[in-house]
């Protein structure tokens, strides 16, 4: 059975930094592209990052970009997501996602995603 599961999250205050797991089991993903997502209460699941199969490439949502670094381990199966300078609003659950029909073309598209985690909470004081 495909399992994505998200771990790093919690309380941080604002200027501060966390950095999320997402470990993959019953399947290796290393030929495909991953990404985190992220919903904050009465919000539409939003992108946040992706990095192709061998991490030659990167894509990051604006709001996120020059403060959050997305990596992967292929052999240990795990993705990251690196965020410094946090702000209040980055507070969300964040999800790691595959998308199991791409290696190289960094989706956007929450629906091109096949595999997702149950996602941890991250939350920014003020």
């Known amino acids: 059975q495909v399992q994505l599961v998200e771990s790093g999250g919690g309380l941080v205050q604002a200027g501060g930094s966390l950095t999320l797991s997402c470990a993959a089991s019953?399947?290796?993903?290393?030929?495909?592209?991953m990404g985190w997502f992220r919903q904050a209460p009465g919000k539409e699941r939003e992108f946040v990052a992706a990095i192709s199969w061998n991490g030659a490439r990167t894509y990051y949502a604006d709001s996120v970009k020059d403060r959050f670094t997305i990596s992967r381990n292929n052999a240990e199966n795990t993705l990251a997501l690196q965020m410094n300078s946090l702000k209040p609003e980055d507070t969300a659950a964040y999800y790691c996602?595959?998308?199991?029909?791409?290696?190289?073309?960094?989706?956007?598209?929450?629906?091109?995603?096949?595999?997702w985690g149950r996602g941890t909470q991250v939350t920014v004081s003020s």
């Open positions: 019953g399947r290796t993903f290393r030929r495909y592209v």
């Open positions: 996602a595959v998308d199991a029909g791409e290696t190289y073309y960094l989706s956007q598209e929450q629906t091109d995603y096949d595999y």
